[in-house]
């Protein structure tokens, strides 16, 4: 969806009415993403209609029908899901990778974009109709938490964008296999044996890998065909086959390099309780053994096993280190902490050392699993600490004193999570870093050992500890931006120089709030605020920008700093008055009125309410063109500043960066067609220019599809790149002004 088109379009209808009614012509295709829907072909230039690639207009209706336009997107998503799932079956994981890149990434953040809008639609009225059958479509949930697979149940937008990573991913893997496949029958041909050995067990691996990430493909196709009624069979079956290519290899190169082994678990049933029972104090006492398939045993070695909760996917199973005796027998003992008490049987499994010449072995024992309560004493730390410290953590968890080993507990400070650490052999012995979000004062430390329905019960102490204040460092600086607004940066850190992230600062212009700033993760804060009176008033004057900090709910001192900013006045600053009236505010946008139809019907928090019947440009006479006239590039900038001074960052990005858009339009042919990342990739400049045009249309793309909420930080960060890639300086902006005719006239409104 045209999101771009439809809010900058209506902001810029808006500055035409403040300016004095000079006359808007039509959209804004010049940052057009995504789906067109084309009213009128007779409205539009043969030069300019060259959106058709991302049309279709079988689906795309005049009254802006949102489901078709994702039931459309998904067929797009979903073909080239397919597209790339056949190529992976043919060995051509470039391509495969290319029909995932950047132009899926396009569209998936379109069909996000539709997504949202017709949940809120939905919203609105699930009072009267309830949960919404959703067409079909996304978004639908299924019971539960986990598919019956034990994968995380997903929506459909999720599913479009983790199959596109899995296979990407895949892509990876198979290539890395040939590579490996390739370079271990060059060993075998070089009788390298103990190379060819080593690429064997990586070939084991990667193999491993690959039948895993296939399994979670297939899962997210199954998951989308049920959203979305498509047929994925064709996709699944280029997964599947790829998958057994691969294994079918991997078997034939095992066999050629290891020995197969049998693992056999015999449980000793010594004590008067269910003969499956155990639990942390009555352990799983067992005889094992390994063999190879001939009998030959694993005799006089220490081996590996990884024991956990069959189908547990989520579990990381323990390992245990046990010893063979010269039949390739041992003895086992195993006390169960972190397994779930559903558990009924547990998978024992025999990992050979990557020299070894074994592959590897499993089975399985059947079990009861009961739960134990364990005991967290002798807790001690530190007496005092502050912000950013370390502070220490010690105790023990044992069970009727029977230590616990290798389980993790959390460390709390109040109310605040601060971190984990690790019991060995029943001991804790750990440091957890203290954040600026805890208040000074008294606070309990909390240990925590999170057992709930597992085979240790949960166990809890605390012990007191007192946070200190810590001093803090503001600086600021300040400079004015326009006749309008003053930029305002700096940073917030401890007397030591720790940086303090995720803080408000208060901002005031001689004493008057002119608002809020958040730092960043690095204690560095950025934005553009507006001056609370007329610059005139104030011309060759300077202004004091006062910054403070008030640490409400921290460990942190409050502070504040100020810096002046000169006030250089209307007639010579960048962003003149004269430069929003005497018509420069005609920007040439045929062909996009269907994107602003579809958006009529959408109240946004920053697109102001317009009657756009009152914007029906009128037609350039027959066989006269009109010369074009440059298209300014002040106007957005300004609005872009007071969008950002009025706490709209994402308005604020998507306003320089169209500013950037028709700065640069004349450099690239075509350019009002092109998706923000076609753009990007066609425009051909310094390297300077280049990054910063990239960090622009990164941050664009947030603003746009709201998957990130975007900063002050950032947001003033994008205007100033904005303004440095237009070239917008004082002289800059004179000769735009000297260059336009005075006395054009514009066309009157209908």
């Not at 605020?529 to 001192?557: H, K, N, Q, R």
């Not at 009109?626 to 604020?652: F, G, H, I, N, Y």
Request: charged share 25%; net charge negative.
């Amino acid at each position: 969806m045209n999101t771009l088109g439809g809010r900058l379009a209506v902001a810029l209808l808006c500055l035409s009415l403040l300016a004095g009614g000079a006359a808007v012509t039509t959209s804004v295709t010049d940052v057009a993403d995504g789906p067109v829907v084309t009213v009128d072909a007779a409205t539009q230039s043969d030069t300019e209609n060259e959106t058709v690639r991302h049309q279709n207009p079988d689906e795309q209706q005049d009254d802006g029908d949102a489901n078709a336009v994702r039931r459309w997107l998904e067929s797009e998503l979903s073909r080239q899901l397919g597209d790339s799932a056949v190529q992976l079956s043919e060995g051509d994981y470039e391509t495969a990778r290319e029909i995932l890149g950047d132009d899926y990434q396009d569209r998936y953040a379109q069909y996000v974009e539709v997504e949202g809008e017709i949940d809120e639609e939905s919203a609105t009225d699930s009072d009267e109709t309830g949960a919404g059958d959703g067409d079909g479509g996304a978004g639908e949930g299924g019971e539960g938490d986990q598919t019956a697979d034990g994968l995380p149940a997903t929506s459909t937008n999720d599913s479009f964008q983790e199959i596109a990573a899995e296979q990407e991913q895949l892509a990876d893997l198979l290539e890395e296999f040939e590579e490996t496949q390739a370079d271990y029958y060059d060993a075998v041909q070089a009788n390298d044996d103990e190379r060819a050995h080593d690429l064997a067990r990586d070939i084991e691996e990667l193999a491993g890998q690959i039948e895993g990430r296939s399994e979670n493909i297939t899962v997210h196709f199954e998951t989308l065909e049920e959203d979305t009624g498509a047929d994925f069979t064709e996709s699944k079956e280029s997964i599947d086959r790829t998958n057994s290519d691969v294994q079918e290899t991997r078997e034939v190169i095992t066999v050629e390099q290891f020995e197969p082994t049998v693992l056999t678990i015999e449980p000793d049933h010594d004590h008067e309780r269910d003969e499956t029972a155990i639990s942390f104090l009555e352990p799983l006492e067992a005889t094992g053994t390994v063999q190879t398939e001939n009998g030959t045993p694993v005799a006089s070695q220490n081996i590996t096993l990884e024991i956990g909760a069959e189908g547990a996917p989520f579990q990381r199973p323990e390992t245990r280190t046990v010893r063979t005796d010269e039949t390739g027998s041992f003895a086992l003992q195993y006390r169960p902490t972190t397994i779930p008490l559903s558990t009924t049987d547990l998978s024992i499994a025999y990992e050979p050392p990557r020299g070894s010449g074994y592959i590897g072995a499993e089975t399985n024992v059947s079990v009861t699993v009961e739960q134990d309560e364990p005991t967290l004493s002798d807790l001690s730390s530190a007496e005092t600490t502050a912000a950013y410290e370390s502070v220490p953590v010690a105790g023990e968890l044992s069970v009727d004193g029977v230590p616990v080993d290798n389980v993790t507990v959390d460390v709390g400070l109040g109310d605040e999570p601060i971190g984990n650490a690790t019991v060995s052999n029943g001991t804790l012995d750990g440091t957890a870093t203290v954040p600026p979000t805890v208040p000074d004062g008294d606070h309990e430390l909390t240990v925590q050992f999170a057992g709930a329905d597992r085979a240790l019960a949960n166990a809890t102490a605390s012990t007191e500890i007192t946070v200190l204040e810590s001093e803090s460092d503001l600086a600021v600086t300040a400079e004015q931006f326009d006749d309008e607004h003053v930029s305002v940066s700096g940073t917030l850190t401890t007397a030591d120089g720790e940086e303090i992230g995720g803080e408000p600062i208060e901002l005031a212009v001689d004493d008057e709030s002119v608002g809020t700033v958040s730092t960043d993760e690095n204690g560095s804060f950025e934005t553009v605020v507006a001056l609370p009176v007329d610059s005139a008033e104030i011309e060759g004057e300077s202004v004091e920008l006062t910054a403070s900090y008030e640490g409400d709910g921290t460990s942190i001192a409050p502070t504040a700093t100020s810096a002046a900013a000169t006030i250089a006045g209307a007639e010579s600053t960048l962003l003149s008055s004269q430069l929003l009236v005497g018509g420069v505010l005609v920007v040439a946008l045929a062909g996009s009125l269907a994107s602003l139809l579809w958006y009529r019907r959408r109240e946004s928090d920053d697109a102001r309410s317009v009657d756009r019947s009152e914007y029906t440009p009128t037609e350039t006479p027959s066989g006269s063109e009109p010369k074009p006239e440059p298209e300014p590039v002040e106007p957005l900038l300004s609005q872009a500043a007071t969008a950002l001074s009025e706490d709209r960052p994402e308005e604020a990005v998507r306003l320089g960066y169209a500013a950037v858009r028709r700065e640069f339009q004349s450099r690239i042919e075509g350019s009002r067609s092109l998706t923000h990342w076609e753009f990007y990739r066609q425009y051909r400049g310094q390297e300077s220019e280049t990054d910063s045009l990239r960090s622009l249309t990164e941050l664009y793309e947030r603003a746009s599809y709201g998957v990130d909420r975007v900063s002050d930080t950032d947001a003033a960060t994008v205007l100033e790149s904005a303004r440095q890639l237009c070239e917008f300086d004082e002289r800059s902006a004179q000769r735009r002004n000297q260059d336009r005719d005075p006395n054009q006239e514009f066309p009157a409104d209908d």
